[in-house]
Each structure stands twice: as structure tokens, then as C-alpha cells.
């Protein structure tokens, strides 16, 4: 409907009679639906100065000036923008309504048109409109501008006619027209590879929400352990604190030794690299290697020489919960690459506390189970397929495991990830730095956005992007 619209707009806006025109519908060759509008000619009919010059071409004017608004109101309603100097709701003059049908025309689409594109490679509705002018013989059609970036359509001069520069006004030259025809296109483009432009994974931009792991930047190092019970050990932040405790506060425990009970508490992270804790705490029993996390006030930790897990109370200093983890293994029996008893790895992620280990059972694979921090109970257990002894640490994000593939290599990387919403694992090659050669700890802190890890005396971090 909108061409046969332009189509009389360009009849009457030369002046022509609707008595003395005639429209004719057919079917080209290609099998569209093409519509011609013939007007008398100079000879056969005079031609007005001016359209405000007769009163019913007048009104005329009006009544399609008012169904033109009309459209464009709609077309704003989906999310257009209309013809330029379209005042919302305001009346405006037949001639100036004309003068901006000439130079500029929106197509809206319908909504069955408007579909939106499939994430991850699909193909979605983009249009490219344009409109043809010819003539037999010297005509009036609009002097317009060729299509420009981002405008829905553009006008296409016939031979002989100069397209004038950017600050040149267009002009109307009432001259006989034999004939004026609109054609429309529509065009279906992929759309797939705008995805890949994105903001997602790219570098600089912060990430909102769980996703996908896709990159883990160079490690910043917040301090260093000095004396030899500090070669491996574990340090963390709380990401769901309770009161009086902060996400400021930092937490340290040094790993070697056969009695480790020492935990240190720091007000924040800038304590911590100049060593002088706040506090330290001395746990009721001794921990055993650097599985442990901090999580809603308390320190859950593996006991020294069993297969259960603890949490202890930081504000109250007392073990408030104990539970033992069925058939898990525990004291060098399914240890990470590296050794140091890591048979029993806590972890912390967006959908809460994990505990990772293996059972004779899984022969040896990761097994997955997710804890109630409150009691220690276990909601639910995965088995994967993913060799504990064959990678050096884990971690969670957003309810899939990472491995780390060797805990020595300079240029290591993240090799494997394990998806607990779907039950699969699939490889990786995601590059992972080991500056100092011995990474003995390496945790997620779902506040921080950061990899937490303890290499060689050194307490790292690791920024990381989720797709």
C-alpha cells in the first residue's frame, strides 16, 4: 500500500488531475505485482501553477496528507523513526507534507517480517529498500540523495540528471510526467558475524552474569610468604561475608608442617602484602592440604588424615558443622598432579559450595558434589570423566569445573571443563601462566571476578573473561 501511496503523491504533487490519471496493475516477468500511474500531458490537459491554486485538489492534498501521518504514526509505534521534521501528533501544511514524501521515505515492516535473529549463527530480517524514478523523455522527479548508511531508502536518478552536493536544496521542476514507478527490495543478510564483534570476550570489558570461561589474563602478584612453611598454601576472600566481616578481609594459611592450625586474618589484601595479619585464629584440628575455601563466615576445610569436611565458625572460632564425604579418597590416595594430599578440593562459585574429589568407585575421575554450607549435607553428586591425578588444580564457574594442565609449565593451560548443567566435558586450550614454577592452589572468587592462587610462596591473582 505505501507504493501506490508515493505513487499518487507523485501524480498529485505535479499537479495532475485525478480525473485524467490512470492506474494499471500487472505481473512482470519475474512474477511481482508492479504498478504504472500515467498522467495527461501538457497537450492534452493544462497543468495548474500551483496546487494550491484549485480547492479541490486542495482537499485533496489533505486527505492524503492525513493518511501519510497516519503511517507514520504507526511506523513510529514499531520502532521507526518516519519522515524528517514529522512533528508527533502536530498538523502540518499539504505542501510541506509533499515536499517531505519527495525527499525521504520510510518503510516500516510488518511484524511478521520483524524476526529476530538466532543466537549463536542464525539469520535475521534486514531491509534494503530502493526506489527507481524513470521517465520517457525530460520529467520533474525529485533531484533526492543516494541511499545513506543507516536510512531505510535512497533515490536513484535516471541518466542526465546531476545529483547536487550535500548543502544543495532540493527543488520541484513541474514538468510532464509520462510515468513514475516505486520497487521495493527486501534483502535477508546473515547476521552470525555481528556476534563475534561483541563486547563479550573482548578484552577490557567487564562481564556481567555466569558464562562460559574464554580467557585468563597474567598473574598480579599481592604478596610473598618468608620462611619455608609458606612454599604452598592457601589465601582467600570471603564473597558472601557476614558481619563484622567484609569482602576486605583477607585469609592466609600456610600449608606445610604436620600440625597446620594457623589461620591469619588481615583487614584487606594491602595487610596482607606486608605481612602483619589482624588476627590469628587456631583451629580446633589441623587442616590438611590447601583445599580450603572461606564462605559466609566460616572456613571449610578438610580434617588432617580423614575424609570429611569441616566448617568453622570465624566469628565464634568453634567447628559449627562436620561431615564425612562418602568413598571419598583422602591422604595421597586421588591427589591432584602435584601431590601435597590434595585428595578433598573445597570451591566456591555464583551457585555456591563444592567439594571436588575421587572414590574407588570412579576409578579414580573427578567427582563432583555440591554442599548445603549450612550443614554440609550433599544436594547432588557428578562423576565425570576427567582423570583427577592427570591435571594439577580445579575450579568452579557458574557450575562448570576447570582443570589446570600442568602445575610446573610456564605456558600451561586450561584443558578441560566440565558442565554440570548438561553432564559433558569437552577440551580446552585456554593459555595459563605459572610464573614461579609450583602452583600448589588456585580457587575462583565468584565477587572478585579473579582466579585466587598460591605459586610458590607467592599469592597471586588471575583476571579472568566468561563469554
Known sequence: ??????????????????????????????????????????V??????????????????????????????????????????????????????????????????????????????????????????????????????????????????????SVPGPAAAPRWEPQPLTY???????????????????????????????????????????????????????WMKDPEPVPPFTRDNTWRVDTVGTEVRQLFQYEEAEQLARGYPAKVHILPRPLESTGAVIYRGGLFFQPRHSRSVAR?????????????????????????????????????????????????KARGAIVLSKLDPETLEIRRTWETNIRKRGVANSFLICGTLYTVSSYSAPNATINFAYDTATGTSRALSIPFENRFRYLSMLDYNPAERQLFAWDSFNMVTYPVRLS
Not at 507523485?10 to 490512470?22: I, M, N, P
Not at 549463527?121 to 522527479?141: D, M, Y
Not at 564483534?197 to 556481567?208: H, M, N, Q, V, Y
Not at 602478584?221 to 618468608?226: K, M, P, Q, W, Y
Request: with cysteine; net charge negative; aromatic share 8%.
Open 1 to 42: 500500500m505505501l507504493g501506490v501511496w508515493l505513487l499518487l503523491w507523485g501524480a498529485v504533487a505535479l499537479g495532475g488531475r485525478a480525473d485524467t490519471a490512470f492506474l494499471r496493475r500487472a505481473h512482470d516477468s519475474s512474477g511481482h505485482c508492479t504498478y504504472s500511474f500515467t498522467v495527461a500531458s501538457p
Open 180 to 234: 513514475q514507478e516505486l520497487q521495493s527490495e527486501r534483502t535477508e543478510l546473515p547476521v552470525s558475524r555481528l556476534l563475534e564483534e561483541t563486547a563479550l570476550g573482548r578484552p577490557g570489558k567487564e562481564d556481567s552474569g555466569c558464562g562460559q570461561l574464554v580467557w585468563v589474563g597474567e598473574p598480579v602478584v599481592f604478596g610473598r610468604a618468608d620462611s619455608i612453611a609458606g612454599k604452598y598454601g592457601v
Open 44 to 161: 492534452e490537459a493544462a497543468c495548474p501553477e500551483a496546487a494550491g491554486g484549485v480547492p479541490e485538489l486542495r482537499a485533496e492534498l489533505a486527505a492524503l496528507a492525513a493518511r501519510l501521518s497516519r503511517l507514520e504514526s504507526w511506523e513510529r509505534g514499531m520502532g521507526g523513526s518516519g519522515p524528517r521534521g514529522a512533528e508527533p501528533g502536530g498538523a502540518r501544511d499539504p505542501q510541506q507534507v509533499a515536499s517531505a514524501a519527495r525527499l525521504e521515505v520510510a518503510v516500516p515492516l510488518s511484524r511478521s517480517q520483524m524476526r529476530p535473529a538466532a543466537v549463536g549463527g542464525g539469520t535475521g530480517l534486514l531491509t534494503k529498500a530502493s526506489a527507481f524514478w524513470g521517465a520517457a523523455g525530460r520529467h520533474g522527479a525529485p533531484r533526492g540523495r543516494q541511499e545513506q548508511a543507516g536510512r531505510g531508502v535512497g533515490l536513484v536518478h535516471p541518466p542526465g540528471h
Open 312 to 360: 568453622y565458625d570465624l566469628r565464634g572460632e568453634t567447628i559449627t558443622a562436620e561431615r564425612e564425604i562418602p568413598g571419598a579418597g583422602y591422604h595421597g590416595q586421588y591427589p591432584y598432579s602435584w601431590g601435597g594430599y590434595t585428595d578433598i578440593d573445597l570451591a566456591v562459585d555464583e551457585t555456591g559450595l563444592w567439594v571436588i574429589y575421587s572414590t574407588e
